[in-house]
């Protein structure tokens, strides 16, 4: 295959960014998206050029790392990351944008790469459980039901890679905040901080600067894992529930 | 090869791993009660850095902040939770017997060291098996979504090398789950201020000063600034050498600096040849392959693996009937059949593809049938256990597992070997542990599915936390060092020459060209099946590569930015150098066991023959100088409770 690629390049987070455009040929539609950046680099390094910076590790989907608005879409257009897009989607001859995460909360520190860690700080607002290293009770000691444990586990597949809020018109992290909740408060595990933790991290996730939502339901489209747009239901239910049994100032999602 | 290097002289054997005499059972709790402990109001006072944050490193820096250490860690992605214990898919073993078919401690025990080929220290080994039962219940307590049956208790299932059902799992993503539970845990340390984070950021060496580990130099991988960080002890949870092969399963950006820097400033390396190559994974497609993906062994639960009975039949797999297939392990192995060892997996794979018997594209692959599974457990209870196992492999081949067999093929997975460590997971170096697959303790020759992440979580969790105290309680607080020490200026003035000689070369091949080039050389003589003549080949191939990449190198950009380029390159200045001394290590190794196979030692049908008259001995080297020869120390591994006998899976 030969692609067009127009490509953002952006020297640092300080530097003012322009697509610029290259030709890439010899692409298998085997390859991976990110084999044909590789492809593309290789090319760029001989020539004494900068090669293009992109943020990937695992390259199996599970990772993260990989961040790239391929033609308008996070992770382009198949519902996955972009490690596990492959060219096959692609057609010889097609023109490629690859852009980085667009939001206000994750600026761009070079090229393709952007800063995300806002959402380190929304987690260490409360997505955790508070439970020291040792003082543990017995697995077994409290089942949790199979629905639940279920439910839990579809919100923890979230991989905390930004598509959502990339996808979002609104640069939001609802879905990414609710994913984080509804995995850890539909747990007895989870119960006892089950109202501090959605306050505080909601709260966290305003202070960072995200959107706020408009149900516009971009993200649980953008979403490689599959997080639903009922999450963001949820959480909301969470939050109000919260604020009535929690005597705080009121900090609303938006 | 400098005939030098081949030369290796053999220093004084390990004279004490430190593991507490008496009964084995009763081993761990000697030590943790002959431990000294730190006053809870000191330990603020103490700095501890740890390199790394998956689930060693990170459940480690987790508790250590807890315990009231000031924790400053690394690692080199955006975020901790990105570390590579993420993608690890099967599960967790544990000796809980909830299924009530006669586990125990003792069996897990039992099947870690004779699946380790009996290369493994048997006081590590229980210790792990002890504490095994500890994680489950931490894990669950932190909200880690294990799969549950419908009464809400925890479901298990089956690894290979074992007949038990021992292994919890949160469908096919246990890796992730666990590391978001040690990431919460760090996380919440991070926002108590107990943890001071550097994400972004890489260890480029070890900063020595009067014999005690005291620091590390790393680089901001943004600014490309390059920082000193004091300590008074230091954790390498720094991850595997896998990638030493090029393609492997490891994440790209894993490497082996931090281990491998820390090592040449004294650090002995143990048996760098034991590298696990995993049985199910995808096979290539091309040359553009940039790593290989792991297919679960849970997989293997359920599905078949065969090939055509005749050589280079290329009929699609529904056109082969069922008595023109050959269910190999089946066959050889009746009584393990689909889940005897990854090692013994992956060579007989490797056997019937050299027969010409291998499927799809470059005979390279065999099948993994889930037809039988579909008609007995009906598609919807396949799809709940392997769901996004299924999904994944029909992206990357664009075929229907549901409906074609998969095809799967060995690749570079885990590296048994790693720093050397006494029982108290402390390296040679005073002052400097190694946890997680960085260190060589559990694994022996060859690693038990699921038992990674067991050993990950047991040393970051619960043991590193113990022993650490017992080493700042002995060496109370040293006075403050500071860049000005000769030390340090060396340290800093090393690393600076080596990045800017990088950049300066300017030639006409890039890191990822000699990456590949290396690691082809690896896995032709290195790999699954090593020979004499193949090793020597090798080594004296590597320096020729090691020699070339300093004359043609050429790294684009500066060193004063974010530049992967440089990053790269300087990762592969150390595989130059680890490479040689796996193949070094694998010469010296006249034998086999576990995942090195040597051709030379086979029996008549063909199954590793182990020499536990010459060879029962953990080998750690010891660096003299680059291409220079190492010294080999052997720690003599001694069997109280499960006697060597010829691994059997018959």
Redesign the interface.
């Known amino acids: 295959m030969k692609l067009t690629l127009r490509v953002w390049r952006q020297?640092?987070a300080d530097a003012e960014g322009a697509m610029s455009t290259y030709q890439v040929d010899g692409i298998?539609s085997?390859?991976?998206f990110?084999?044909m950046l590789?492809?593309l680099n290789?090319e760029?390094?001989?020539r004494?050029?900068?090669?293009v910076?992109f943020?990937?590790?695992?390259?199996?989907?599970?990772?993260?790392?990989c961040s790239l608005v391929i033609n308008g879409d996070a992770h382009g257009p198949?519902r996955?990351t972009t490690c596990?897009l492959?060219m096959?989607s692609f057609r010889d001859g097609d023109t490629i944008d690859v852009e980085p995460w667009r939001a206000s909360a994750f600026p761009v520190?070079?090229d393709l790469?952007v800063?995300?860690?806002a959402?380190?700080r929304v987690?260490?607002?409360g997505?955790?459980?508070?439970?020291?290293?040792?003082?543990?009770?017995?697995?077994?000691a409290?089942?949790?039901?199979?629905p639940d444990?279920d439910f839990?586990?579809e919100h923890?597949?979230c991989?905390?890679c930004g598509a959502c809020v990339a996808a979002c018109p609104n640069g939001a992290a609802m879905l990414f905040t609710s994913a984080k909740i509804n995995?850890?408060n539909v747990?007895p595990?989870?119960a006892p901080e089950r109202e501090t933790r959605v306050l505080d991290m909601v709260a966290a996730m305003d202070d960072e600067g995200f959107g706020g939502c408009t149900l516009a339901g971009e993200c649980a489209t953008a979403c490689p894992k599959g997080i639903p747009l009922m999450s963001i239901t949820s959480m909301n239910k969470e939050w109000l529930r919260a604020t009535r049994k929690v005597k705080r100032s009121p900090h609303p999602p938006r | 090869m400098s005939a030098a290097y081949l030369n290796y002289p053999t220093g004084a054997p390990v004279a004490d791993t430190k593991a507490p005499a008496g009964p084995v059972a009763e081993r761990w709790d000697t030590r943790r009660f002959e431990a000294k402990l730190v006053n809870p109001a000191n330990r603020r006072k103490h700095t501890v850095i740890v390199v790394g944050t998956g689930l060693a490193g990170g459940s480690a820096g987790a508790t250590l902040a807890e315990q009231g250490y000031h924790v400053v860690q690394f690692c080199y992605q955006d975020s901790p939770r990105r570390a590579h214990s993420i993608a690890a898919q099967g599960g967790i073993n544990a000796a809980k017997n909830y299924r009530n078919d006669g586990d125990s401690v003792h069996r897990l025990f039992y099947d870690t060291v004779k699946g380790g080929d009996f290369r493994a220290r048997e006081s590590n080994v229980h210790r792990l098996a002890q504490i095994s039962v500890e994680i489950i219940d931490q894990c669950v307590a932190q909200g880690v979504p294990f799969a549950r049956e419908y009464g809400g208790l925890l479901d298990t299932r089956s690894f290979g090398g074992v007949q038990v059902s021992r292994t919890f799992y949160a469908r096919g993503q246990t890796g992730q789950q666990l590391l978001l539970g040690a990431y919460q845990a760090l996380s919440r340390q991070i926002a108590a201020g107990n943890v001071e984070m550097h994400p972004r950021t890489e260890m480029l060496d070890l900063i020595v000063v009067d014999g005690r580990a005291r620091g590390i130099v790393a680089r901001d991988l943004i600014t490309g600034r390059i920082d000193t960080y004091y300590a008074d002890a230091v954790v390498l949870a720094s991850g595997g050498y896998g990638n030493v092969f090029y393609l492997s399963t490891n994440a790209m950006n894993s490497n082996a600096t931090a281990v491998w820097r820390a090592h040449r400033r004294g650090a002995w390396f143990a048996n760098p040849c034991f590298t696990q190559i995993h049985p199910t994974c995808v096979p290539r497609t091309g040359d553009h392959q940039s790593k290989l993906t792991l297919m679960s062994e849970s997989l293997r639960n359920d599905g078949r693996i065969w090939v055509p009975k005749a050589k280079g039949d290329d009929r699609p797999a529904h056109r082969i009937p069922e008595d023109e297939r050959d269910y190999y392990l089946e066959r050889i192995y009746p009584s393990f059949g689909n889940l005897v060892p990854r090692d013994i997996a992956s060579r007989a794979a490797k056997n019937v593809c050299d027969e010409g018997r291998g499927v799809g594209p470059g005979g390279q692959g065999v099948y993994l049938d889930f037809a039988d599974a579909v008609r007995r457990m009906g598609r919807d209870a396949v799809e709940a256990r392997y769901g996004n196992l299924f999904d994944m492999y029909q992206r990357i081949t664009d075929e229907d597992p549901y409906e074609v067999p998969m095809r799967i093929y060995p690749a570079v997975h885990y590296t048994m070997g790693g720093l050397w460590v006494d029982y108290d997971l402390q390296t040679t170096v005073p002052g400097l542990f190694a946890i997680g697959e960085a260190n060589f303790s559990d694994h022996g020759a060859n690693r038990l599915g699921a038992s990674a992440l067991m050993q990950g979580l047991a040393d970051g969790y619960f043991v590193l936390p113990a022993t650490i105290n017992d080493y700042l309680a002995r060496n109370p607080r040293h006075e403050t060092v500071t860049d000005e020490h000769p030390n340090v200026q060396e340290v800093l003035a090393e690393t600076q020459d080596r990045l800017h000689l990088l950049l300066a070369v300017d030639g006409d091949r890039t890191p990822d060209s000699f990456h590949r080039e290396l690691g082809e050389l690896m896995w032709e003589f290195c790999g699954m099946a090593r020979t004499d003549s193949g090793l020597r080949k090798a080594l004296e191939r590597i320096p020729q590569i090691r020699e070339e990449f300093w004359r043609r190198i050429k790294v684009p950009g500066s060193g004063e930015e974010f530049n992967q380029s440089l990053e790269k390159a300087n990762r592969i200045v150390d595989y130059l150098e680890l490479a040689e001394l796996m193949c070094l290590d694998a010469l010296h190794r006249e034998e086999s066991c576990g995942g090195h196979f040597r051709e030379e030692s086979q029996t008549p049908d063909g199954e590793a023959a182990r020499r536990d008259d010459a060879f029962a001995y953990a080998a750690a080297w010891e660096f003299t100088d680059t291409g220079a020869a190492p010294v080999l120390h052997k720690e003599d591994l001694v069997f109280e409770y499960v006697h060597p006998t010829q691994r059997s899976y018959a």
């Open positions: 020297k640092n298998s085997d390859m991976s990110l084999e590789d492809t290789e760029l390094i001989l004494g050029e900068d090669p910076a943020d990937h590790d695992c390259r199996e989907g599970i990772c993260g790392a198949e996955t596990q492959h096959r520190v070079k790469v800063d995300r860690s959402f380190e987690i260490q607002a997505g955790y459980v508070t439970a020291p290293t040792g003082a543990a009770p017995e697995a077994h409290t089942p949790v039901p199979k444990a839990a586990f923890a597949e991989i905390g995995h850890l747990l595990q989870g």
